[in-house]
């Protein structure tokens, strides 16, 4: 949980430091709140990688739902309430036991969920150190081989290496132009 609380303030900086509000739930559940939501699998990704950096045996199951937000709660998400509360918990609670993904929202449609099946499978077989580097490189910020080498104490080799292992540079791309499609599509829904 320290893990996931520490990468959501990292992904709140993405975000003009908007707070994400991590609060933990059932037990062993956790949500956060994504000021923008076209961040929502790039965030999930990062999560996955901090958590997979840490031990092979971690990870979580992540539940995205798209949608509007009525109340974002008192004092944490505990009692927030919307579409996208609704949608994630659904989600969630019709998981398969050994699916890591679900994503929903009226703008999700089945390429999307492919999409994101796809990234989360191919996140899953990182080793720790790719894991380590992917949690590194997804940032939006695209930091550079140097800085990542910097940052990990490695050669930009060693990272380069690490990276490729990891499908860095397909995932990259494809959440980059993911992206882009729905912030348009939010866009153009937010002045129908």
């Known amino acids: 949980m320290a893990q996931l609380e520490a990468t959501a303030h990292t992904i709140a900086v993405w975000q003009s430091h908007a707070d994400l509000r991590f609060t933990r739930f059932r037990g062993d559940g956790w949500q956060v709140l994504l ?3 076209w ?8 999560l996955l990688a901090r958590l997979r950096s840490g031990g092979t045996d971690l990870s979580s199951r992540i539940s995205i739902g798209l949608g509007k937000i ?3 709660g008192t004092t944490d998400l505990s009692d927030a309430n919307g579409e996208a509360f609704v949608l994630s918990g659904r989600g969630l609670d019709e998981m398969a036991r050994s699916q890591r993904i679900a994503f929903s929202g009226s703008m999700i449609g089945h390429r999307d969920k492919i999409i994101a099946r796809l990234m989360f499978e191919r996140a899953s077989r ?3 150190p790719q894991a380590e580097a992917m949690a590194l490189y997804l940032q939006p910020d695209h930091p550079t081989l140097a800085e990542l080498a910097t940052e990990l104490g490695i050669s930009p080799q060693a990272v380069n290496y690490r990276l490729g292992g990891g499908g860095a540079n397909e995932l990259r791309t494809t959440l980059r132009l993911w992206e882009e499609v729905i912030e348009r599509e939010l866009a153009g829904a937010s002045h129908a």
């Open 70 to 72: 009525d109340s974002s």
């Open 39 to 46: 961040l929502a699998l790039r965030a999930a990704l990062v």
């Open 126 to 128: 990182w080793t720790m």
């Open 35 to 37: 000021k923008d939501p």
